[in-house]
């Protein structure tokens, strides 16, 4: 059945292995981003066997339905109406707002138990974490009083919202605000969370700051690059996840539509190029599944013309090989891709 994704279990542990192991040589520990794939289990199996310090995600299900004996950390910013599950479910937190940390505060008291928080620092993404440095050192007395929060760490999150690239600037905020509250308040951190996979390059160009002891790290796992400068990493594997759609109809047709032109199924009033007559394809998979914008055929004489919701259509003008109906073509993905395939309920999921 098709379209399916094939997932390389062994090029998935590979990945693992290679990033934990560099980073464990400049003293990190990692935390594996498993949302990308829905925390799938039998990676998360894979995990389980690795030596990965932490599992994170964004969605408290994922970590909820999630086997491990592995530490969980939820990486979104919790819900006020979700607090109950956060302490239940994850051992750490992300955290940026003094209102929720109380309310899990709360939640951990009823459980008797410590919920341990990353306080987040916005050093200029422009996503989650505090921005100005006053609001920290006040957020952080409040945090010190309260009995069932373990403020483990410090952490900020880069090249997300805003693209900024991690350096010695922006990571300098980090690392200023680290030495005024260690100052201030005679505080150790256990875990400084400093950033995701656009984070990496600095290991390599050899200038990492010390101070940062964790790291979040999806994409490059997944697809074997950097994503300060979306660089494939050396190594590293970068087809773990390849798309297999099969072509279900092929014909000769016209390149623009014959008519007056109205909408789309979506609403919108399209536009066409005129390149003649072309043999055109269509495979079984559409935008309720991907965005065919993040589709990579491995035939590159294929081009991607468009998608409604079910249907996606090829250019199959240039090809060097022939293709029938029934016929299967392969994609390679980027991360965007591997999301929404992994998070679609008509893709297949299939482990080699
Ligand atoms: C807070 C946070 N940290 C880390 C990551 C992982 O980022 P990347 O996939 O670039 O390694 C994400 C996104 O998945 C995130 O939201």
Request: aromatic share 6%.
């Amino acid at each position: 059945m098709y379209p399916r994704v094939i997932i390389d279990r062994a090029k998935y542990r590979h990945n693992v292995d290679k990033i934990t192991s560099l980073c464990a040589e400049h003293g990190i520990s990692v935390s594996v981003v498993t949302k990308v794939f829905c925390a799938d289990q039998t990676l998360i199996d894979i995990l389980n066997n690795c030596h990965v310090d932490y599992l994170a995600d964004s969605r408290i299900v994922n970590l909820k339905n999630m086997q491990t004996h592995l530490q969980k950390m939820l990486l979104r910013i919790p819900s006020l109406h979700e607090v109950d599950t956060v302490v239940r479910v994850a051992n750490i937190s992300l955290n940026s707002e003094l209102e929720t940390i109380k309310a899990l505060n709360e939640a951990a008291k009823k459980l008797n138990i410590k919920h341990k928080i990353i306080l987040m620092m916005d050093v200029g993404d422009l996503r989650e974490g505090v921005f100005f440095k006053a609001d920290i050192e006040q957020m952080v007395e409040s945090i010190l009083l309260l009995s069932h929060i373990d403020l483990y760490g410090l952490g900020t999150n880069l090249t997300c919202y805003g693209g900024v690239i991690p350096d010695q600037e922006s990571l300098g905020r980090l690392g200023d605000m680290i030495v005024k509250l260690k100052q201030n308040y005679q505080l150790e951190f256990d875990m400084i969370s400093g950033g995701n996979s656009s984070h990496l390059y600095l290991l390599e160009a050899g200038q990492h700051p010390a101070f940062i002891n964790n790291l979040r790290i999806g994409e490059a796992i997944v697809l074997g690059r950097e994503t300060a400068y979306g660089k494939d990493m050396p190594d590293l594997y970068q087809d773990v996840f390849i798309l297999e759609c099969d072509l279900v109809e092929i014909k000769k047709k016209p390149s623009i539509p014959m008519g007056s032109i109205g909408m789309n199924a979506f609403g919108k009033t399209p536009q066409f190029e005129d390149y003649g007559l072309m043999d055109r394809g269509i495979l079984a998979i559409g935008k309720q599944d991907v965005d065919y914008h993040e589709l990579m055929p491995e035939d590159q004489d294929v081009r991607l013309i468009g998608s409604s919701s079910d249907h996606l259509i090829v250019d199959l003008t240039h090809i060097k090989q022939s293709y029938q109906v029934g016929d299967i073509l392969r994609f390679r993905l980027t991360y965007g891709s591997v999301l929404s395939l992994m998070t679609s309920k008509y893709v297949r999921k299939v482990y080699v």
